[in-house]
């Protein structure tokens, strides 16, 4: 199944999006003022083969808890029984500099579906530095699309079977238009495959997939 886009129902539906939750409102009383101009605490990471331990461990111990906590969520990472906020850090540290080998915006773990934006897509299909990687398998997606919200779950188990041999994203169309046009997305969702090294296209079907077609859709190309 898939939906066709067009400027006409994205703007009707812009409003049906899920609206996100709320963090935990806890947070340490120690070291947790904010960031000054803070990116997205997922966005920031090493985007040259060099993963740099003493600057992400200062960047993670500038962030707040619940930054933290939100990004480790993202990264899938349980921190239900991190008590103390190094422990988070800690963690944290360590999925990036793994992730420093994995994705070349640092924002993709193995086995984790990443809700990616614009400038970090960007980066997941730079050529020119070099790095080897596994293939990108992208999912252009809409919240208000109901084919996306069927494979949602299908993409998350797909990418857990997946793990390291495979990058597994998404991102949202509305959010980012210009890149589905740039990608000539004409219904939704659509999964596209790029080869991991020159960012080019290999792939791509329109329409939802269950987990088993979504894994051999990518393993084609490993």
């Known amino acids: 199944e898939k939906e066709e886009t067009s400027a006409s129902s994205q703007k009707e539906n812009a409003a049906a999006g899920g609206g996100s939750s709320n963090g935990d409102a806890e947070e340490q009383k120690t070291n947790d003022t904010p960031t000054n101009g803070a990116q997205d605490p997922v966005s920031v990471a090493a985007t040259s083969s ?26 899938n990472i349980r921190w239900a029984n991190m008590i ?51 293939p990108l398998l992208l999912d252009v997606y809409a919240t208000w699309c109901g084919p996306c919200q069927m494979m949602s779950p299908q993409l998350v188990a797909a990418a857990t079977e997946l793990g390291d041999t495979v990058r597994v994203a998404k991102i949202d169309s509305d959010k980012y238009p210009a890149w589905a046009s740039k990608l000539a997305v004409g219904g939704l969702p659509t999964v596209i495959v790029f ?7 290999l792939q791509r079907i329109e329409g939802a997939l269950m987990k088993d077609g979504l894994v051999d859709l990518a393993r084609t190309h490993v």
């Open 195 to 201: 080869d991991g090294t020159t960012g080019k296209e």
């Open 50 to 75: 060099q993963f740099d331990r003493e600057e992400t461990l200062a960047q993670l111990r500038s962030l707040r808890v619940k930054e933290l906590r939100t990004e480790c969520a993202k990264r």
């Open 84 to 134: 103390e906020k190094e422990d988070l850090v800690r963690a944290l540290l360590t999925a990036r500099e793994k992730a420093s080998n994995f994705s070349r915006s640092g924002s993709l773990s193995p086995g984790v579906v990443a809700d990616i934006d614009d400038s970090q897509l960007s980066a997941e299909l730079e050529s020119s530095d070099g790095m080897t990687l596994p």
